[in-house]
């Protein structure tokens, strides 16, 4: 089961249809205690304010739980992608889950861009991966944000775009992935992501079904 968590944020119903209708296995949750131990994968949608985003998820129970199971797969998008980082300065400043290294910061005006980042816009793919099959450099996806990650680990970047300057775009860091850009709103290319990262998600599960057969493990979310 692929859970979609819902922590009040927009843009959470585009997300909910773009996974469902590729993957009759997906719901959505509004707090852990919903979460059942047939977890195969965890979706980090919405855009809109950061602290409010970290804050709501840390009421709701998931934070602490996200900071845990780093070994099912993870997908954040937008305001989700941003989460996975250590920080941002938006509203006076907010922790983040620190599941990647780096800084979310606001976009310093510059005459002639526009705050915030709105259309579309290409990519530069740093490395590949099972979520980013069939994507090439020069993709067009499709952004919306005010705010962007700097310092990030290096390692971790799998994408990059520019915008008044050159930008992470996505990370990805064992099986937790994110995209600044929506890929649920980038037509083609984009549900190419959604179908990638529900492939890693079912070959999670049959990773898990072998364990639980051989008696040698158990599913990380117990």
Same mark, same amino acid.
């Given at each position: 089961?692929?859970?979609?968590?819902?922590?009040?944020?927009?843009?959470?119903?585009?997300?909910?249809?773009? #996974?469902?209708?590729?993957?009759?296995?997906? *719901?959505?949750?509004?707090?852990?205690?919903r979460l059942q131990n047939n977890v195969t994968g965890l979706v980090l949608p919405g855009?809109?304010?950061?602290?409010?985003?970290?804050?709501?998820?840390?009421?709701? +129970?998931?934070?602490? #739980?996200?900071?845990?199971?780093?070994?099912?797969?993870?997908?954040? @998008?937008?305001?989700?992608?941003?989460?996975?980082?250590?920080?941002?300065?938006?509203?006076?400043?907010?922790?983040?889950?620190?599941? @990647?290294?780096?800084?979310?910061?606001?976009?310093?005006?510059?005459?002639?861009?526009?705050?915030?980042?709105?259309?579309?816009?290409?990519?530069?793919?740093?490395?590949?991966?099972?979520?980013?099959?069939?994507?090439?450099?020069?993709?067009?996806?499709? #952004? *919306?944000?005010?705010?962007?990650?700097?310092?990030?680990?290096?390692?971790?970047v799998l994408m990059q775009t520019s915008y008044i300057s050159s930008f992470c775009a996505?990370?990805?860091?064992?099986?937790?992935? +994110?995209?600044?850009?929506?890929?649920?709103?980038?037509?083609?290319?984009?549900?190419?992501?959604?179908?990638? #990262?529900?492939?890693?998600?079912?070959?999670?599960?049959?990773?898990?079904?072998?364990?639980?057969?051989?008696?040698?493990?158990?599913?990380?979310?117990?």
């Amino acid at each position: 089961m692929i859970y979609i968590l819902d922590y009040g944020a927009g843009n959470l119903k585009s997300a909910y249809h773009a #996974f469902k209708s590729n993957h009759n296995d997906t *719901v959505l949750i509004d707090h852990i205690s919903r979460l059942q131990n047939n977890v195969t994968g965890l979706v980090l949608p919405g855009d809109g304010s950061f602290p409010y985003a970290y804050h709501t998820l840390q009421k709701r +129970g998931f934070v602490s #739980f996200l900071r845990q199971n780093h070994a099912i797969p993870l997908l954040g @998008i937008c305001v989700g992608f941003q989460l996975l980082f250590s920080a941002s300065t938006e509203d006076g400043g907010c922790e983040g889950l620190n599941l @990647i290294k780096g800084k979310v910061v606001r976009f310093e005006q510059q005459k002639p861009y526009k705050i915030p980042h709105m259309g579309w816009n290409n990519i530069l793919l740093k490395q590949q991966t099972p979520c980013t099959r069939g994507i090439t450099d020069h993709d067009y996806f499709y #952004f *919306v944000h005010s705010y962007y990650p700097k310092d990030v680990d290096s390692k971790a970047v799998l994408m990059q775009t520019s915008y008044i300057s050159s930008f992470c775009a996505a990370v990805h860091k064992k099986n937790i992935y +994110g995209f600044q850009f929506h890929p649920e709103k980038s037509h083609t290319k984009g549900m190419l992501i959604i179908k990638n #990262f529900i492939n890693i998600c079912n070959r999670y599960q049959k990773q898990q079904k072998t364990l639980s057969k051989s008696g040698s493990g158990e599913n990380s979310a117990h």
